[in-house]
Structure formats: structure tokens, C-alpha cells
């Protein structure tokens, strides 16, 4: 290795910093292997929920296409097969926030707002206009404009 050349990148560390192995607390040691099991067990349950949905999905496809009129949807059906979707691409998201948690020592901002603007994303697609108020309808467009920003701004940081 050449003396001017920078030294290599560092190698991240595989455990979150929030709950290390090691700690000189031998209860608090003992804490951190019992919440880091029950996060893996919130991850194996979230599969499920993932798998729960996506037989909900294909049930939601299935009943829309048997019903009368066969192969034809209205506009109300679209939106119930729609928020069946993005129900599953959320968990998905939220399976994928706590895989990350476990395995790196980097809290996943960005990805955590980005599974937050998919849940509003949704909340705005199955939105029945009719039956909503002026000012929960502003509340959805200020939350979804703070977390486009905030989401923008993680961006560039990085």
C-alpha cells in the first residue's frame, strides 16, 4: 500500500448501536439479547402478515372477477384492490425498516419516510372525497407535502 493513498473504508458494524453485545451492565446486556430476539420475532410475524396479504390480494382479485358483471370493474372496486396492494407494499417496507434495524449500525431515515409517504400515498388513493372534510383533507396534503420535503431533504444530505 502506498503511503498517500487513504486507508481503507471502515467495515460497518453488523449489530445496531442502540443495543450492543457488549455493556459493562450484565442485566443490561441481557435486556439487549431479549429485545433484539423479540425484533426477530417481529420480523418472522411480519412475513406472515406479508404472506396474509398477498393471499388477501389475490381473494380481493378473485371475488372482483366472479361478481357480476364478469371482468369488470368500477371505479370503487379498482380502489379496493388498489389499497389491498399498497397494504402489502407497506409491510413490505416495514419488513425491510426492521431488517435493516437488526443488521446495521445505521438508522434508515430515508427509508422510513419513504414507508411513510407510501402509507399516506395509500391513505390519498382509497380517499372517498365525498365523505371527507375540508380540514382532513388539508391535514393529508400538509402531511404529505412535510414528509416529500423532509424525504428530499435526507436526499441531498446524502
Given at each position: 500500500?502506498?503511503?498517500d493513498s487513504p486507508p481503507p473504508p471502515a467495515q460497518p458494524q453488523l449489530t445496531h448501536d442502540e443495543l450492543p453485545k457488549e455493556h459493562e451492565d450484565p442485566l443490561?446486556?441481557?435486556?439487549?439479547?431479549?429485545?433484539?430476539?423479540?425484533?426477530?420475532?417481529?420480523?418472522?410475524?411480519?412475513?406472515?402478515?406479508?404472506?396474509?396479504?398477498?393471499?388477501?390480494?389475490?381473494?380481493?382479485?378473485?371475488?372482483?372477477?366472479?361478481?357480476?358483471?364478469?371482468?369488470?370493474?368500477?371505479?370503487?372496486?379498482?380502489?379496493?384492490?388498489?389499497?389491498?396492494?399498497?397494504?402489502?407494499?407497506?409491510?413490505?417496507?416495514?419488513?425491510?425498516?426492521?431488517?435493516?434495524?437488526?443488521?446495521t449500525n445505521i438508522l434508515p431515515i430515508r427509508l422510513v419516510i419513504a414507508t411513510?409517504?407510501?402509507?399516506?400515498?395509500?391513505?390519498?388513493?382509497?380517499?372517498?372525497?365525498?365523505?371527507?372534510?375540508?380540514?382532513?383533507?388539508?391535514?393529508?396534503?400538509?402531511?404529505?407535502?412535510?414528509?416529500?420535503?423532509?424525504?428530499?431533504?435526507?436526499?441531498?444530505?446524502?
Amino acid at each position: 500500500m502506498d503511503k498517500d493513498s487513504p486507508p481503507p473504508p471502515a467495515q460497518p458494524q453488523l449489530t445496531h448501536d442502540e443495543l450492543p453485545k457488549e455493556h459493562e451492565d450484565p442485566l443490561i446486556r441481557h435486556l439487549h439479547v431479549i429485545i433484539r430476539y423479540a425484533v426477530k420475532l417481529l420480523a418472522m410475524l411480519m412475513v406472515l402478515v406479508i404472506l396474509w396479504g398477498v393471499f388477501d390480494v389475490v381473494y380481493v382479485l378473485y371475488s372482483k372477477f366472479m361478481t357480476p358483471p364478469y371482468f369488470i370493474f368500477e371505479v370503487s372496486d379498482i380502489f379496493v384492490i388498489f389499497g389491498a396492494f399498497m397494504v402489502v407494499l407497506i409491510a413490505i417496507e416495514i419488513f425491510i425498516n426492521i431488517r435493516l434495524y437488526l443488521g446495521t449500525n445505521i438508522l434508515p431515515i430515508r427509508l422510513v419516510i419513504a414507508t411513510a409517504l407510501m402509507a399516506i400515498a395509500r391513505k390519498v388513493i382509497i380517499l372517498d372525497i365525498d365523505t371527507i372534510s375540508a380540514e382532513h383533507l388539508f391535514a393529508i396534503a400538509a402531511v404529505v407535502i412535510a414528509l416529500g420535503v423532509t424525504h428530499w431533504l435526507v436526499g441531498k444530505q446524502g
